[in-house]
Structure formats: structure tokens, C-alpha cells
């Protein structure tokens, strides 16, 4: 099943995808966390309703992959949509 990056931290080491399988209600959000070189990574994954996944990721601004992010003047900050990312999970 093919992935979609919809958010990364500031430096590209943490990262959050999502699937959505053709046909169903459901997307499936997956967190790929980096929590230093002396821990293991954090794998965390959701099913969430497609639908509202696509309410939150259509609020401006839109999610930007990691190319994007890093070239700077979008004018994003820290925790944008994070409330509503949030309770969507």
C-alpha cells in the first residue's frame, strides 16, 4: 500500500505518513519518531475516518514533505494544526 508523507520535524528525523487503501473509510496514519542514537525509534501507527484525515490535511497551511520544509519561508510553525491532527487521532 502506497504512503504519503504529511509531516516532518524540523530536522527530517521524525515523520508522520498515511495510507489510504482504495475502497475504504479508512486512512492509516503511521509516526515514525526519532528519539535520539541511544533509543530505539518510535513506531506508532492509527486507523483514523479518511474523511476527517482530509479535513485536517486540506486546513491551510498544507502538510509539506521534508524537500519543502527544509528551504525554509513557508512560514509554518511549530505545531500547526496540532490540536486538530490531535484529536482526529
Known amino acids: 500500500m502506497p504512503t504519503e508523507q504529511i509531516a516532518v520535524n524540523k530536522y527530517g528525523y521524525t515523520q508522520v505518513f498515511v495510507s489510504r487503501p482504495p475502497g475504504k473509510p479508512y486512512a492509516v496514519v503511521f509516526l515514525n519518531g526519532f528519539n535520539g542514537d541511544r533509543h530505539p ?7 483514523v475516518n479518511a474523511e476527517q484525515l482530509s479535513e485536517v490535511t486540506n486546513l491551510d497551511p498544507r ?3 521534508y524537500e519543502f520544509w527544509v528551504k525554509g519561508g513557508h512560514g509554518i510553525k511549530r505545531e500547526t494544526l496540532a490540536d486538530e491532527f490531535q484529536a482526529l487521532l
Open 41 to 47: 525509534r518510535l513506531i506508532e501507527s492509527w486507523k
Open 63 to 65: 502538510p509539506l514533505v
